[in-house]
């Protein structure tokens, strides 16, 4: 059936001018951006971080624990580097300096990590590490197997960081067992000198701190990558929403204008 011509474009040969169009197309501009900017703060919240150097190689806590007498580390994140709450699904450590052998293995020593919040500013560790460590969870406990390669990952109990809620602190307790192979290979990407992002206090057959810390990467569950910024990617239940949104407000003009 031919659509219906009005009045004034059979008086004039043309076609009237449809006056739902402009509201149309200003109805889909606003909802394409609402959902869009509404995707994109839902991505910032589940990207993952990457702290600290690679500058030098350090073996504490995960290659030579048991030579070294380590039973405790801690490791101290800068709230400020992370900039919006994150859910840590895992942990990674990177093997890229010249003291770092990616063939390396882990040795069997067990370790219990707790992901938590501290109770000191970046600097401020105390050698007491009972006293640095706030409100926690535990995130893994067992032995680490395999070899380092270019980078390791422990995955663990998922922890939600808030950042507005303080620094973050990686617990390390360390038990019994034998040291990664290679000495001279088992050391994790590390700065080599004080990093105003984090700092760590330790204890072996005494304790101490300092402002060397490994270079650790957090990761969220759909392991969204970011290192020194990103990119956000609509995720898909707000892309079916905005198909949906738009192909309603199409049909809707497209009644209009049949029935006008």
Same mark, same amino acid.
Request: neutral net charge.
């Given at each position: 059936?031919?659509?219906?011509?009005?009045?004034?474009?059979?008086?004039?040969?043309?076609?009237?001018?449809?006056?739902?169009?402009?509201?149309?197309?200003?109805?889909?501009?606003?909802?394409?951006?609402?959902?869009?900017?509404?995707?994109?703060?839902?991505?910032?919240?589940?990207?993952?971080?990457?702290?600290?150097?690679?500058?030098?190689?350090?073996?504490?806590?995960?290659?030579?624990?048991?030579?070294?007498?380590?039973?405790?580390?801690?490791?101290?994140?800068?709230?400020?580097?992370?900039?919006?709450?994150?859910?840590?699904?895992?942990?990674?450590?990177?093997?890229?300096?010249?003291?770092?052998?990616?063939?390396?293995?882990?040795?069997?020593?067990?370790?219990?990590?707790?992901?938590?919040?501290?109770?000191?500013?970046? *600097? =401020?560790? #105390? %050698? &007491?590490?009972?006293?640095?460590?706030? +409100?926690?969870?535990?995130?893994?406990?067992?032995? @680490?197997?395999?070899?380092?390669?270019?980078?390791?990952?422990?995955?663990?109990?998922?922890?939600?960081?808030?950042?507005?809620?303080?620094?973050?602190?990686?617990?390390?307790?360390?038990?019994?067992?034998?040291?990664?192979?290679?000495?001279?290979?088992?050391?994790?990407?590390?700065?080599?000198?004080?990093?105003?992002?984090?700092?760590?206090?330790?204890?072996?057959?005494?304790?101490?701190?300092?402002?060397?810390?490994?270079?650790?990467?957090?990761?969220?569950?759909?392991?969204?990558?970011?290192? *020194? =910024?990103? #990119? %956000? &990617?609509?995720?898909?239940?707000?892309? +079916?929403?905005?198909?949906?949104?738009?192909?309603? @407000?199409?049909?809707?003009?497209?009644?209009?204008?049949?029935?006008?």
């Amino acid at each position: 059936m031919a659509a219906r011509s009005s009045a004034a474009e059979q008086a004039t040969g043309q076609p009237t001018p449809d006056p739902f169009r402009k509201p149309l197309r200003f109805s889909l501009a606003i909802l394409a951006g609402v959902l869009l900017a509404g995707s994109s703060v839902t991505s910032a919240e589940a990207q993952s971080v990457t702290i600290g150097g690679s500058t030098s190689g350090n073996c504490y806590p995960f290659g030579c624990a048991s030579s070294n007498g380590l039973v405790r580390y801690q490791q101290q994140y800068r709230a400020g580097a992370f900039s919006s709450p994150l859910s840590i699904s895992s942990l990674t450590f990177f093997c890229t300096n010249s003291f770092c052998d990616p063939s390396t293995v882990f040795g069997t020593t067990p370790f219990t990590i707790r992901l938590g919040y501290s109770t000191r500013a970046i *600097g =401020g560790l #105390t %050698t &007491v590490l009972d006293d640095n460590l706030g +409100a926690s969870s535990l995130f893994f406990s067992g032995t @680490l197997s395999g070899m380092y390669g270019s980078s390791s990952t422990i995955t663990g109990n998922a922890f939600s960081y808030d950042p507005g809620m303080g620094n973050l602190l990686l617990d390390v307790v360390i038990g019994a067992g034998t040291d990664a192979s290679n000495p001279v290979g088992r050391f994790f990407d590390s700065n080599d000198s004080p990093d105003p992002d984090t700092d760590r206090a330790y204890c072996t057959f005494g304790c101490g701190k300092d402002g060397i810390g490994l270079r650790t990467r957090f990761n969220d569950p759909s392991n969204n990558i970011v290192g *020194g =910024g990103g #990119t %956000t &990617v609509p995720e898909p239940g707000a892309v +079916a929403l905005l198909s949906a949104g738009l192909l309603g @407000l199409v049909a809707a003009g497209r009644r209009r204008r049949v029935n006008g």
